[in-house]
Every structure is written in C-alpha cells, then in structure tokens.
C-alpha cells in the first residue's frame, strides 16, 4: 500500500503535513444550484414539493406528505420485532447514550443566579428548544447509531417534540432505524430525505411542522441544505470527512491500530487515518499489519484509496512532539495508544473525542461507549465541540435590578450611553434614580 510516510525532523515536514491535510471545502456549483431551487421550491409550494422530489429521488410516490409519516405503532412494532441480540445491543446502547447525557445535562445546562451588594439578583435560565429535527442517512446504508446520538441527548434536554426524516429509497424502510427512534423517544417520522426534508422542517409546511434546529449528518445536498436555511433555523454543524488520529508509543499490538485506522477509512475515499509514532520500527510494523489485513476487508477499495489518497505514517521525535501535532490538526477522533495514555491527556487540547488506551477503539464510541459520536471535524475541533445535551438546551440571562441597584448602575449607563449618542438608553436609566 503506497501510503504516505513523513518525518517530523525532515525539513520539509511542514509543508508535507499541509499537503496531507488539505481537503478543498469548495462547493460543488451544480450541487448549490439544485439546493437553492429544491429550497425556494419548499419554501413556495410546501408539501407539493415535498412529494414531488421525493418521487423523483427515492422512487416513493405518495398522494400526500401525511403517507409518508410512519404511525409511532409501526414504529413499536419495528422494535418488538428485532431479533434478540439486534433488540439488546440498540437497549445496551441507548441506555449508555442515556447515562451520559443525563450527566452532562445535570453539569453543564444549570440555571444559576447570585445576589450582589445592592440587592439586585443577576443569574442564567437554562431552557429546551420547543422543537428539533433530526436527519438520518439512509441511502447507501442504514444508521441507528444516528437516531440514538441525535434523538436522545435532545429528549434528555426536555426537548418538546423531536421530528426524524429518513430517506427511503424505492420505499425500503429499515427495522432497526424505525426501532432506534421507538426507543429514543422520537415523536414524529416522515420518510423523506435530501434538501427537500431540511427544507421542510426549516419552513414547515401544511404537514411537516417547522423546528426549530436541525441535527445529522448527510450527503453533500443535505450539507449544502443546512448551510442555506441556518438562520431560518439553528444547525449542529456542517461536517467535513471522517477522520481519526492515532498517537502510539509503540505498546499496543500493531493489528488493533491498523484495523483502527480502517475503521475511519472504510466510510469513504476523502476520510483520513493518520498514525504518529516516534517508534519508526513501530510504524513498519502497522503498515505490514495493514498491508496483511486489507485484502480479507469487505470495503478493501474504499480503504486503500481512503488510505493512499489522505493517509499518514508520521514519525515524530517524541509522544509530546506527536501530542503537539496532533493539536495542529485537531482530529475529529483521536486515540492514545499508550501503555500510561493519562499522562499524555493534560499535552491534549483539540480534538472532538479522546481515546485512552489500548483497550479504546474509535468504534466503541460510534455505536455504545455512551459520548456522542456527532464530533466536529476538519480542524473545527479547535472551536467546536460534539453534539450534546447543551444544543437542544438555550439560555435566557436574568436581571432583576433594585432600587439601589439602579441608583448605583443608572449614572454608569447614563455616562456610556451618552457617549454613544444614544440618548433615550441614558433617560431610561436616570428616569429611575429614584
């Protein structure tokens, strides 16, 4: 496998690692020409529209928009009737993304407030979004990973109503993404995809109600859907290739990383894998791992050309070198594969979720570890954070000012209103110097 080997102490490593991480965020134009007019068409006609692109996209020809909603019963039903083992681990799951987001809710989306000396109390309501869409992928696969990451930190958050869509094509709907939104508390599914379902619940229409923010992942027509309507509506984000970053001491069996590795590499050919190591034997002895493993993969193709296309074996002069790369970039996910992985975490800053040890694979955390799987990518984990409980969540600030403290604060915002011109903001403060 012709995959790129670079070394930090080459002089020209900077440049390389900028070659390698390059990936071009130009929008396709005929992409952005179908979306603007498949939104202006929902925005105008509603479910007309609706109905027509999704007959035209996923070969599903209802009569109305309300044929493609899926009754809460059937999707019961969808759940009741999962083999065993399916039934247990989407339970085993839920319940995992359930604990920790309860966690999360009960330590980061708090109301407080505080009195200060005049009297006056200053303090943060924390209150749900009334209404939310989720997006589920399902064109080339089936995603019920997707449903429990998305629905279930919004249901934790006290969300009001949470409305799924789901593309359908040629009308095949999945038993395991209708049971994951059974049992994360999904109220409402309408099987349509693509611009004209983020359309859909950003206007609303006669039978699709508006939200008031969209979460998931899709395709580039989805991506490009969500960039147009935020404003409209809020957005989780706009997410980039897959991703994931391995920093390795040499201690953890080359297998376990270079399957790894795969596992980011088999979402498709612009996903990126990349191993730093300041072992070069170590970095050998991957490559020869992954050379030995590819051939019995499944999406062997996707992978070698996911690999030799954006692919990295990065040979680094020590762990905290490598830790400090690592920081440039920013992965989406990122595992310390170490025999003391802690002692590296406090040299960690950016990345949407760290693996510790040799024991934590990446695919833990797409499917049940219990943190959210929705992770920022392309270098925007330097600003960003993974889906979570705070999304689905605003906050109002509170002001409840006393006399006195309207005494002490009203000359201050008389001055600086003055200053700015602004003369009624300084009467409505000295009007109450009372």
Same mark, same amino acid.
């Given at each position: 496998?012709?995959?790129?080997?670079?070394?930090?102490?080459?002089?020209?490593?900077?440049?390389?690692?900028?070659?390698? +991480?390059?990936?071009?965020?130009?929008?396709?134009?005929?992409?952005?020409?179908?979306?603007? @007019?498949?939104?202006?068409?929902?925005?105008?006609? !509603?479910?007309?529209?609706?109905?027509?692109?999704?007959?035209?996209?996923?070969?599903?020809?209802?009569?109305?928009?309300?044929?493609?909603?899926?009754?809460?019963?059937?999707?019961?039903?969808?759940?009741?009737?999962?083999?065993?083992?399916?039934?247990?681990?989407?339970?085993?799951?839920?319940?995992?993304?359930?604990?920790?987001?309860?966690?999360?809710?009960?330590?980061?989306?708090?109301?407080?407030?505080?009195?200060?000396?005049?009297?006056?109390?200053?303090?943060?309501?924390?209150?749900?979004?009334?209404?939310?869409?989720?997006?589920?992928?399902?064109?080339?696969?089936?995603?019920? /990973?997707?449903?429990?990451?998305?629905?279930?930190?919004?249901?934790? $958050?006290?969300?009001?109503?949470?409305?799924?869509?789901?593309?359908?094509?040629? !009308?095949?709907?999945?038993?395991?993404? +209708?049971?994951?939104?059974?049992?994360?508390?999904?109220?409402?599914?309408?099987?349509?995809?693509?611009?004209?379902?983020?359309?859909?619940?950003?206007? !609303?229409?006669?039978?699709?109600?508006?939200?008031?923010?969209? @979460?998931?992942?899709?395709?580039?027509?989805?991506?490009?859907?969500?960039?147009?309507?935020?404003?409209?509506?809020?957005?989780?984000?706009?997410?980039?290739?897959?991703?994931?970053?391995?920093?390795?001491?040499?201690?953890?069996?080359?297998?376990?990383?270079?399957?790894?590795?795969?596992?980011?590499?088999?979402?498709?050919?612009?996903?990126?894998?990349? +191993?730093?190591?300041?072992?070069?034997?170590? #970095?050998?002895?991957?490559?020869?791992?992954?050379?030995?493993?590819?051939?019995?993969?499944?999406?062997?193709?996707?992978?070698? $050309?996911? #690999?030799?296309?954006?692919? !990295?074996?990065?040979?680094?002069?020590?762990?905290?070198?490598?830790?400090?790369?690592?920081?440039?970039?920013?992965?989406?996910?990122?595992?310390?594969?170490?025999?003391?992985?802690?002692?590296?975490?406090?040299?960690?800053?950016?990345?949407?979720?760290?693996?510790?040890?040799?024991?934590?694979?990446?695919?833990?955390?797409?499917?049940?570890?219990?943190?959210?799987?929705?992770?920022?990518?392309?270098?925007?984990?330097?600003?960003?954070?993974?889906?979570?409980?705070?999304?689905?969540?605003?906050? /109002?600030?509170?002001?409840?000012?006393?006399?006195?403290?309207?005494?002490?604060?009203?000359?201050? $915002?008389?001055?600086?209103?003055?200053?700015?011109?602004?003369?009624?903001?300084?009467? /409505?403060?000295?009007?109450? +110097?009372?």
């Amino acid at each position: 496998m012709r995959i790129a080997r670079l070394d930090s102490a080459a002089a020209d490593f900077d440049p390389r690692l900028q070659q390698l +991480l390059h990936w071009s965020e130009a929008q396709d134009q005929g992409i952005e020409e179908a979306v603007t @007019t498949i939104l202006a068409e929902v925005r105008s006609q !509603g479910d007309a529209a609706v109905l027509a692109r999704t007959a035209q996209f996923d070969g599903v020809h209802a009569a109305s928009v309300a044929e493609l909603e899926i009754p809460r019963a059937q999707l019961q039903a969808a759940f009741d009737g999962l083999p065993g083992a399916q039934r247990n681990a989407l339970e085993l799951a839920a319940a995992r993304v359930r604990s920790y987001h309860e966690r999360q809710r009960d330590a980061v989306c708090r109301d407080w407030d505080y009195v200060d000396e005049d009297g006056s109390r200053l303090g943060q309501r924390v209150t749900p979004l009334d209404r939310v869409g989720i997006y589920v992928p399902g064109g080339k696969a089936a995603y019920p /990973s997707s449903v429990l990451m998305n629905a279930i930190p919004a249901q934790v $958050a006290g969300v009001g109503e949470i409305i799924m869509v789901v593309p359908t094509p040629k !009308g095949e709907r999945n038993a395991l993404v +209708l049971a994951a939104a059974y049992l994360a508390g999904v109220h409402r599914v309408f099987t349509a995809g693509g611009a004209q379902a983020v359309g859909a619940l950003a206007y !609303g229409t006669a039978t699709i109600p508006r939200v008031d923010k969209i @979460t998931g992942p899709g395709n580039a027509y989805v991506a490009a859907a969500k960039r147009r309507v935020f404003g409209q509506v809020g957005i989780d984000m706009i997410a980039g290739p897959s991703e994931i970053l391995v920093l390795a001491d040499g201690s953890v069996n080359p297998d376990w990383v270079a399957m790894d590795l795969f596992s980011q590499a088999e979402h498709d050919e612009l996903a990126q894998s990349i +191993l730093l190591s300041p072992d070069a034997a170590y #970095l050998d002895a991957v490559a020869a791992a992954m050379d030995r493993l590819l051939p019995d993969m499944p999406r062997a193709a996707v992978i070698r $050309a996911s #690999l030799e296309g954006r692919g !990295g074996l990065i040979r680094t002069r020590s762990m905290a070198e490598a830790c400090a790369i690592s920081n440039r970039i920013a992965p989406e996910h990122l595992e310390v594969s170490s025999a003391s992985p802690e002692q590296w975490l406090a040299h960690l800053r950016h990345a949407g979720a760290i693996f510790l040890g040799a024991f934590a694979s990446e695919s833990l955390g797409d499917y049940c570890a219990g943190p959210n799987h929705v992770l920022p990518t392309s270098g925007t984990a330097r600003f960003s954070s993974p889906l979570g409980v705070y999304d689905f969540v605003k906050r /109002s600030s509170l002001l409840h000012i006393s006399a006195a403290g309207a005494r002490t604060l009203g000359p201050v $915002a008389d001055v600086l209103a003055q200053g700015e011109g602004l003369q009624a903001h300084a009467r /409505s403060a000295t009007l109450r +110097l009372v």
